[in-house]
């Protein structure tokens, strides 16, 4: 316990006197941790219902367990953005943070000691996030809910303590190699050019999976009223974006070196040929970045479609009769699924333009040597786009090809009545993201002024 809290004491001295940019990776860590306490609160809540239940939000969305099993679903699918933010963040001022870490290897401190002092730095800001969450999450349980029940309150206090302690694992984990090499950038190793995305990001999606399939079965198990099937529906769904999602990932990651090789052998300007030999040098850095918004394509891509189709289905059993509650029912579905969609592209885009912003500020000493050697500044904007533009191209149209498959296959086997036709709209998705994410890494370019000053050069 001693250890514990001198360790503490330490990690307290060493976040005090540090630079304004680790306040902005706690920031912003505490944030990404609350977002995904909110998530996945709401998520285990819905969860621990049984059976009919009269939720007094959402239209009676949320009555029946088969519609929350779709609610369920996409809350957790909200973690995969989330986790890409908090990758980010945990990216900010880490050159700094290695340093501190190899110091004191340097100066006796064991690994252990070590690993407990990333922990720290990281845990306190998951933990207030957290908290924070959850105090008005509890609020919101007691006011909405005569009398939860004991698995409900247990599901709260596991994930209230379960996203601190999986942001600390997550911070010493990133700092693994400071650990086993104390002497830190003198004894890193170069990250190799067939390396895919880290496995810590691709072990959150499997959980995410398996926690979403557990989900849907669980609620939907038992209930006289769902239909037969209709609770594996939002799981194969999922599944799809999911496996979509996974193999744009790694597009990104397998055409970055090519596109980089490619670029530089045909690079007609400086600009393009500054951003291939960046793609080249470590092309799994874009897969990292940009995981997160290739499923946002994939999954609003289908969103679109679907909800094509499923509003000229709805019409159609609506003239005839057929439909069994009443059209605001169905359209405030559409339109939490399309703000949760929005979100998501909120929540990544801030990720991209943080891991941009952690891009620039990582190689200030190299971009000042360029300034410095006669290169433009103008022509180093141009190259930070290209870094961005360059691979996520074909990655987002392949997430687009992927998300129109998932809106033609709805269409085609919903046709009873009323025929939709191909979504062309949703077309009109990927051309948007990628936009965005060109735009979000335009909000980093300010920075550039700052990062090519001259005494940059004298940074070690």
Not at 179 to 206: H, I, W, Y
Not at 349 to 373: D, Y
Not at 374 to 403: I, K, Q, S
Not at 426 to 450: D, G, H, I, M
Request: glycine content about 12%.
């Amino acid at each position: 316990m001693t250890s514990l809290r001198s360790d503490l004491r330490l990690a307290w001295q060493l976040t005090r006197g540090s630079d304004r940019r680790e306040w902005w990776r706690i920031s912003l860590t505490a944030t990404g941790a609350a977002l995904a306490t909110a998530f996945a609160l709401a998520a285990v809540t819905l969860a621990s219902l049984r059976g009919h239940y009269a939720v007094p939000v959402g239209n009676g969305l949320l009555d029946e367990p088969g519609e929350r099993s779709g609610v369920i679903v996409a809350l957790l699918l909200l973690l995969v953005p989330v986790l890409g933010f908090l990758g980010q963040c945990a990216r900010i001022g880490a050159v700094h943070r290695d340093r501190r870490l190899a110091a004191l290897r340097l100066a006796g401190a064991t690994p252990g000691q070590v690993r407990r002092i990333a922990a720290l730095e990281t845990g306190p800001a998951c933990l207030l996030g957290s908290a924070l969450v959850t105090l008005v999450a509890a609020g919101c349980v007691l006011g909405l809910w005569d009398h939860p029940t004991a698995v409900t309150w247990a599901g709260i206090a596991a994930v209230a303590l379960g996203v601190p302690v999986l942001g600390a694992a997550a911070g010493a984990l990133a700092l693994r190699r400071v650990v086993t090499s104390p002497l830190g950038r003198v004894r890193r190793v170069r990250p190799q050019s067939g390396r895919g995305p880290g496995l810590l990001f691709a072990g959150g999606v499997l959980l995410i999976a398996v926690v979403a399939g557990v989900a849907v079965f669980g609620t939907s198990a038992g209930s006289p009223n769902s239909r037969p099937g209709y609770g594996q529906v939002p799981l194969m769904v999922a599944g799809l974006l999911l496996a979509v999602g996974a193999g744009s990932v790694w597009l990104v990651g397998a055409t970055a070196g090519l596109v980089g090789r490619l670029s530089a052998r045909r690079a007609r300007t400086a600009a393009t040929l500054i951003a291939a030999e960046r793609l080249r040098d470590d092309p799994w850095a874009a897969a990292r970045t940009h995981a997160a918004v290739l499923m946002v394509t994939v999954g609003g891509t289908g969103f679109v479609g679907i909800r094509q189709t499923l509003l000229a289905d709805l019409h159609g059993m609506d003239r005839a009769g057929r439909l069994g509650m009443s059209m605001s029912f169905y359209t405030t579905g559409l339109n939490l699924t399309g703000a949760a969609v929005l979100a998501a592209l909120l929540i990544t885009l801030s990720g991209l333009a943080v891991g941009t912003a952690e891009s620039l500020a990582g190689r200030r000493r190299g971009l000042a040597a360029q300034t410095a050697a006669g290169v433009p500044r103008r022509v180093l904007a141009r190259a930070l786009l290209l870094e961005t533009a360059l691979p996520l191209a074909p990655a987002v149209l392949l997430a687009g090809v992927g998300g129109m498959t998932i809106g033609t296959w709805y269409a085609s086997i919903t046709t009873e009545y009323a025929d939709p036709g191909v979504p062309y709209a949703a077309l009109l998705v990927p051309l948007a993201v990628y936009a965005s994410c060109l735009s979000a890494a335009a909000t980093s370019l300010p920075l550039l002024r700052r990062s090519v000053h001259p005494a940059e050069l004298r940074q070690v």
